[in-house]
């Protein structure tokens, strides 16, 4: 099913969305937002920009987006995946509890916020640039991996990387030496073992993209995790 959504508004686009076949192609895209919001059992490709809430609440659909995305790509997204080839804006991922989202190029500010898991559900962000200040903020479970690629000279990650994190776990590809985390986080270089768990999401990535796969994974790795379930305890319980 194809659909111009060219002058068209988001609810209109979105209702069009929902009556078609699963199967869907999105040309002249600009700026709508709350695409797919919801919605499984569709693969949905977008040519042009797709504006904010990008597969809110996603419970199983496929999308595809060829160029760039705004903020809050797969808000509280529940099952599916969301590729993106190009960069996106901020707060990606907000709440994501399943499915995976992969990003080409760069990410804004707070990507990663507020990312949980529960048993086996486990979200997967991957960011092929950089990322903005404050990734993985109140990360409570989940997997991030952000791999500077083409970063031109720019830090991998922002400011305040990883504050309140809590749960979760964010890879970095290369050395971390130059950002300044939160006393709360520890950082170790990853093992053999760390990068198996990884392996799947990174060839799954490099085959969407292009990539080497074993270029990839023959760089080093940085680990950050929080040194406790509960970093603020402290604050609240007296001695």
């Not at 479970?141 to 990387?161: A, D, M, Q, T």
Request: proline residues 3%; hydrophobic residues 35%.
């Amino acid at each position: 099913m194809l659909i111009d959504a060219e002058n068209m508004d988001f609810k209109t686009l979105n209702q069009k969305i929902r009556e078609s076949e699963n199967k869907i192609h999105i040309t002249g895209c600009c700026g709508q937002r709350f695409i797919a919001s919801g919605m499984k059992d569709k693969e949905i490709t977008i040519d042009g920009i797709s504006g904010n809430a990008l597969g809110a609440y996603l419970n199983g659909a496929h999308i595809i987006v060829n160029s760039n995305a705004q903020d809050a790509v797969g808000d509280t997204m529940n099952e599916g995946i969301i590729t993106v080839n190009g960069s996106i804006g901020d707060a990606a991922g907000y709440a994501m509890r399943g499915g995976k989202i992969y990003i080409k190029g760069n990410a804004g500010y707070r990507a990663g916020i507020h990312m949980k898991e529960y048993k086996t559900k486990v979200p997967v962000m991957i960011i092929g640039g950089t990322a903005g200040s404050f990734l993985a903020e109140y990360q409570a479970g989940g997997i991030i991996i952000v791999l500077g690629i083409n970063s031109n000279g720019r830090k991998i990650v922002g400011n305040f990387p990883c504050t309140g994190m809590h749960g979760g776990k964010v890879f970095f590809r290369g050395s971390t030496d130059d950002i300044a985390f939160p006393e709360n986080v520890c950082l170790k270089t990853a093992s053999d073992k760390d990068l198996d768990q990884i392996k799947p999401e990174i060839t799954e990535f490099c085959n969407i993209f292009g990539y080497d796969t074993e270029e990839i994974l023959n760089s080093p790795f940085t680990i950050a995790t929080p040194d406790s379930k509960n970093p603020y305890k402290q604050m609240y319980v007296a001695n």
